[in-house]
């Protein structure tokens, strides 16, 4: 990633996790934050690498994300007496990147942060860019710094130990930033299935990073550029809020918000693809309370909201609608 002196490298590869040292810097204190759902041999293997180490446990859940818990983190690396030259590495999915990433920069106003992530969402998206938050007064991400990592380790070995339902959530993302911005890549996950796609995961990891990184380095700070990669977010996240918490993963609301904002052409290509992944097409939940969420999730954008259309897959715009304007189109497609 470049961009400055906040540049840092992504390395995509097997069996990395014990040689996370041949990537980041560990000759000091590291403080490894992972949750008690992943595997703990992952965050043992990285942990061994620093010099001085403690493996701190979240549990596993978008409830993490929230002030108790990184009230609890702070105090964590307080303890452990970090100092501005050590560092924190999250090794976890979206919620551990981003609770942890977010630790780091307050952390003595901010410290060291390295991701190692083990979901394919975070492999794909979450864990290259900088954005972390959590979420506070019922509002998703609200609270958040952008901070870039100082590397990421991507170990597809971990993979293997991930259910089928992850995968797939973790692909929508792919899915999503194929769709907006890279038809090639949207043809290949089109035309492949999920099992073949595993087999090659390092390139269709990269070939999504690639697009995040072009966008990131173009727009860190979410101007302009960037809002495309909230692509099928906006309904997505009034949808995951309205279903409850882990009902519907977050690759598969963002899968259901994407379909309203498409060209009935692009649609097609698209439903076909959700499909051949085990991805849902349908929503039977109710939409217009996912939509005043979504509302209730954006109040703080007095000017409307942005949302990402794609006409031609591979291709997309960005347009500001009025909430009205917002409910017509999710409305409109969902039926109710
Ligand atoms: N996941 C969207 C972004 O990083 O901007």
């Given at each position: 990633?470049?961009?400055?002196e906040?540049?840092y490298?992504i390395t995509?590869?097997?069996?990395l996790?014990?040689r996370?040292?041949?990537f980041?810097?560990?000759?000091?204190a590291a403080?490894?934050?992972?949750d008690?759902?992943?595997?703990?041999i992952?965050?043992?293997?990285v942990?061994?690498?620093a010099k001085?180490?403690?493996i701190?446990?979240?549990p596993e859940?978008?409830?993490s994300?929230s002030i108790?818990?990184?009230?609890?983190?702070?105090?964590?690396?307080a303890e452990?007496?970090?100092?501005?030259?050590?560092?924190?590495?999250a090794?976890?999915g979206?919620?551990?990147?981003d609770l942890?990433?977010l630790?780091?920069?307050l952390?003595?106003?901010?410290i060291?942060f390295y991701?190692?992530p083990?979901s394919?969402l975070a492999m794909?998206?979450?864990?290259?860019?900088?954005?972390t938050?959590?979420?506070?007064?019922g509002?998703?991400?609200?609270?958040?710094?952008f901070y870039?990592?100082?590397?990421?380790l991507?170990?597809?070995?971990?993979?293997?130990t991930?259910?089928?339902?992850?995968i797939?959530?973790?692909l929508?993302?792919a899915i999503?930033?194929a769709?907006t911005?890279d038809?090639?890549?949207f043809r290949?996950?089109?035309g492949?299935?999920t099992?073949?796609i595993?087999?090659?995961?390092?390139d269709?990891i990269?070939?999504a990073?690639n697009i995040k990184?072009?966008?990131v380095?173009?727009?860190?700070?979410e101007s302009?550029?960037?809002k495309?990669?909230?692509f099928?977010h906006t309904l997505?996240?009034?949808?995951?809020?309205?279903?409850g918490?882990?009902v519907?993963?977050?690759?598969?609301?963002?899968?259901?918000g994407?379909?309203?904002?498409?060209?009935?052409k692009a649609?097609e290509r698209?439903?076909?693809t959700l499909k051949?992944?085990?991805?849902?097409?349908?929503y039977?939940g109710?939409?217009?309370?996912?939509?005043a969420l979504t509302m209730?999730?954006?109040k703080?954008n007095?000017?409307?909201?942005?949302?990402?259309?794609?006409?031609c897959i591979?291709?997309c715009?960005?347009?500001?609608v009025?909430?009205d304007?917002f409910?017509?189109i999710c409305?409109?497609?969902?039926g109710?």
């Amino acid at each position: 990633m470049e961009l400055g002196e906040r540049s840092y490298k992504i390395t995509i590869g097997c069996g990395l996790l014990r040689r996370a040292s041949d990537f980041f810097r560990l000759e000091r204190a590291a403080l490894v934050v992972t949750d008690d759902n992943i595997p703990q041999i992952y965050a043992e293997s990285v942990a061994s690498c620093a010099k001085r180490r403690e493996i701190y446990k979240i549990p596993e859940g978008e409830g993490s994300k929230s002030i108790d818990t990184l009230s609890a983190l702070l105090g964590k690396m307080a303890e452990m007496k970090l100092t501005r030259s050590d560092c924190v590495i999250a090794v976890g999915g979206g919620v551990v990147g981003d609770l942890t990433g977010l630790a780091a920069s307050l952390y003595m106003r901010g410290i060291d942060f390295y991701n190692v992530p083990t979901s394919l969402l975070a492999m794909v998206d979450s864990s290259i860019g900088g954005k972390t938050a959590i979420n506070h007064a019922g509002i998703k991400n609200i609270v958040g710094a952008f901070y870039q990592p100082r590397g990421v380790l991507i170990d597809t070995d971990v993979l293997a130990t991930l259910p089928e339902r992850h995968i797939a959530a973790g692909l929508c993302e792919a899915i999503k930033m194929a769709a907006t911005s890279d038809e090639e890549l949207f043809r290949y996950i089109e035309g492949a299935d999920t099992a073949q796609i595993l087999s090659s995961t390092e390139d269709m990891i990269a070939r999504a990073l690639n697009i995040k990184k072009r966008v990131v380095e173009q727009d860190e700070r979410e101007s302009g550029l960037r809002k495309i990669l909230n692509f099928g977010h906006t309904l997505g996240h009034g949808i995951e809020a309205s279903s409850g918490e882990g009902v519907l993963y977050h690759g598969e609301c963002v899968a259901l918000g994407m379909l309203p904002m498409c060209s009935p052409k692009a649609r097609e290509r698209l439903i076909s693809t959700l499909k051949r992944h085990r991805l849902p097409t349908e929503y039977h939940g109710d939409i217009a309370a996912a939509i005043a969420l979504t509302m209730h999730d954006k109040k703080a954008n007095a000017g409307g909201i942005d949302i990402i259309t794609v006409d031609c897959i591979g291709k997309c715009d960005i347009r500001t609608v009025s909430a009205d304007e917002f409910a017509g189109i999710c409305l409109g497609y969902y039926g109710k």
